[in-house]
């Protein structure tokens, strides 16, 4: 089967612009989440969605961040505007509905200058 | 809320046997399960826990105790290869499944 799908891999921007990222998960996997892990940490979850619901947000920087999952299969993640201190990689998971037996995309990794 | 403490880093040698220990505090709890991060790349699912007790799965094994909040990753027969981090996370029952990252555990295995 097709793995976890990300998009861009890098992306070099400047504090204060914005950025997207776009995951497709394993199809049929009703569980997305998206995780950002700062070097030399674990992941930490941003947003959680089953389907196209959200069910955990509470790590979710929302003055800044947002995400969406239409039709309960792609997601974006945007960042506006972007501070220093979101460089980062941005993990996509996604699971089959609750197994928590997560698979990760290849993530993209988010440098701000 | 949930905290997870492993070690940060290890060091073995090739053919070696090495224990990587977890340990949680959380509420709804629901299971526990190890990753295996490359660097630069993404976790990939080792192991997953539920009940009390070993699990075998090769030259990798995971133990986990319920009542201490603990549990333990080992590895046999260590390959260069298997230079990576260790994460540890936590499975929780807050309404929904969700699933908490320790910090990882780096290990280098030397020749």
């Known amino acids: 089967e097709a793995g976890v799908a990300q998009s861009p891999r890098y992306k070099i921007i400047e504090k204060r612009q914005s950025v997207a990222f776009w995951c497709n998960p394993i199809?049929?996997?009703?569980?997305l989440y998206w995780y950002q892990q700062i070097l030399g940490q674990g992941p930490k979850l941003l947003i959680q969605?089953?389907?196209?619901?959200?069910?955990?947000d509470s790590q979710l920087p929302k003055d800044r961040f947002s995400a969406e999952r239409l039709k309960g299969v792609d997601s974006t993640l945007k960042i506006q505007p972007a501070k220093l201190e979101d460089s980062a990689v941005y993990l996509c998971?996604?699971?089959?509905?609750?197994?928590?037996?997560?698979?990760f995309g290849a993530g993209s990794r988010l440098t701000v200058l | 809320g949930q905290n997870i403490d492993q070690p940060t880093e290890m060091t073995a040698t090739e053919g070696a046997i090495v224990q990587i220990n977890c340990t949680y505090q959380?509420?709804?709890?629901?299971?526990l399960f190890w990753y295996q991060q490359h660097a630069g790349e993404a976790p990939t699912f080792l192991s997953y826990?539920?009940?009390?007790g070993l699990e075998e799965k090769g030259r990798f094994s995971s133990f986990l105790s319920r009542s201490k909040g603990y549990s333990y990753l080992l590895l046999k027969e260590l390959q260069m290869k298997d230079s990576a981090s260790y994460l540890c996370?936590?499975?929780?029952?807050?309404?929904?499944?969700?699933?908490?990252f320790g910090t990882g555990t780096r290990l280098l295995v030397s020749p």
């Open positions: 998971a996604s699971s089959l509905d609750r197994t928590n037996v997560l698979t």
């Open positions: 199809s049929g996997h009703a569980t």
């Open positions: 969605f089953q389907n196209n619901g959200v069910v955990d």
């Open positions: 959380t509420s709804g709890f629901n299971g």
């Open positions: 826990n539920v009940l009390d």
């Open positions: 996370a936590v499975s929780m029952n807050t309404g929904f499944q969700k699933l908490v």
